[in-house]
């Protein structure tokens, strides 16, 4: 691509030195805008898109300086961010209309994409400790809507000060809308971006470019011919890479209060036997086995005459731990996923990140109809459950009530979300032959 070049308010010029994006590759150049938090935020497309970025900005006035990773930071960061995406935009348009074109797309399908306008929309949340954003993209853009950016509501960008901050690193806040718009018209598609939680800046960014990454990869995936069946399911190579490592973990434990043992096999057939005493609670890890597509044995002698706590606590520690270490280095997963479900009237999605990181938020209004218990458990158990699996599973999670409903609806609402987030998240990507999706090249530290 011939280079691009716009006039700066300093009477330097920026020019792109370099520019390129290849699918399933690795870029053979580096990032380097000469923003460093703005060249942070691109590799997330390297790890989490799986698109091989490469953007190189120049200034008459730095030309040498690459070592300087913000050296363009005083610059006009919207046109530098404009340069950046309208470029790096039709780079990707050009690998989605490949996709669209790929030989897994028959000529007719093709062509009546040409005529109709036919239109595809991918989906994604990232999920953040401290934050949550929500992702889409619509390629091409469905009648009505125009090429760019529509919804945006990431700010305000953290809470401290009250009005949001101005800059994560370098990088002003204020050019992140404009930066999608350009890279949605260059890549001839419709994004939305829209913060769901969120209180730290840095995390907001972060979480809107992996959401947008992940969504990125869907949609090429789909457009390829590659729904999620295809991608994850029973046949795929996905499920038989998953069989061959043989998955599988058990612990044994005994205290005062309870005896019990687990056995998981993360690739199982579904064989799923829950006896811990407390049968809603049964139900609930059943639930969330069943959907996750793995095979679970536990039982476990406790002191229910006491009460439910320290069965449904413990129990839900050891399942945890017994997930997390057959999951081992995580090395080689999808890592990542969006699901929901629904019971009765309630409807919960659940966005989870197997990400090393733990942390649950979620705003399930279970005292909604002034419930104790869901049949025999206690209703302050449930959060307690979710979070032990959660904290001992190492891993993010954000559920997030869609519809209300009654406690016991909602449980096992969550727990269905739960599990079907966990099936596609626990999925092997052999396109990522064993490496972690991270942009740190590791979740171990």
């Known amino acids: 691509m011939a280079p691009s070049t716009i006039e700066m308010t300093t009477n330097a010029a920026l020019s792109i030195k370099h520019v390129s994006a290849y699918d399933l590759k690795k ?12 060249d942070h935020m691109l590799d997330q497309l390297n790890s989490h898109a799986q698109i091989g970025i490469a953007v190189q900005v120049t200034s008459d006035a730095a030309d040498n300086c690459f070592g300087d990773k913000n050296r363009h930071a005083s610059y006009d960061q919207k046109a530098l961010v404009e340069l950046v995406g309208n470029d790096l935009g039709r780079e990707l348009g050009d690998i989605l209309m490949g996709a669209s074109c790929s030989e897994t797309t028959t000529a007719d399908a093709v062509g009546k994409r040409k005529r109709d306008g036919d239109s595809t929309c991918s989906r994604f949340c990232c999920p953040l400790d401290e934050a949550l954003v929500e992702c889409t993209i619509t390629y091409p853009p469905a009648e009505g809507t125009s090429c ?8 305000p960008y953290g809470i401290f000060p009250k009005t949001g901050r101005s800059k994560v690193g370098h990088w002003k806040t204020d050019t992140v809308q404009h930066f999608f718009d350009c890279l949605g018209k260059g890549m001839g598609a419709h994004i939305t971006l829209n913060k769901l939680r969120g209180h730290n800046g840095h995390h907001i960014v972060e979480s809107a470019f992996k959401a947008f990454s992940r969504a990125l990869r869907n949609l090429i995936d789909i457009r390829k011919g590659k729904p999620e069946e295809v991608m994850w399911g029973a046949d795929s190579e996905s499920f038989q890479a998953g069989v061959a490592m043989k998955r599988e973990a058990s612990l044994a434990r005994k205290t005062k209060e309870t005896s019990i043992s687990v056995d998981l096999k993360l690739d199982g057939l579904g064989d799923v036997s829950v006896v811990s005493g407390v049968k809603a609670f049964d139900g609930l890890l059943t639930e969330i086995a069943l959907q996750s597509g793995m095979s679970l044995q536990v039982n476990c002698n406790g002191d229910l005459w006491v009460d439910d706590h320290h069965t449904t606590e413990d129990v839900s520690i050891a399942v945890g731990k017994v997930l997390n270490q057959a999951l081992g280095s995580k090395g080689g997963l999808n890592r990542m996923w969006t699901s929901s479900a629904t019971e009765g009237g309630a409807q919960v999605e659940v966005v989870m990140d197997l990400s090393n990181r733990p942390c649950l938020t979620h705003d399930l209004d ?8 869901v049949d025999d458990i206690s209703i302050e158990m449930i959060e307690h459950v979710f979070d032990s699996l959660v904290m001992n599973g190492q891993m993010t999670v954000h559920i997030v009530q869609l519809q209300a409903g009654k406690a016991g609806e909602l449980t096992t609402a969550a727990a269905r979300a739960f599990g079907k987030a966990l099936r596609k998240c626990i999925a092997v990507d052999p396109r990522r032959a064993g490496a972690t999706a991270s942009s740190k090249g590791t979740l171990s530290v």
Do not use: D, Q
């Open 27 to 38: 870029a053979t150049e580096k990032i380097n805008t000469g923003i460093g938090f703005f």
């Open 366 to 373: 279970l005292s909604l109809h002034n419930e104790e218990k």
């Open 148 to 155: 760019g950016l529509g919804k945006f509501a990431l700010a």
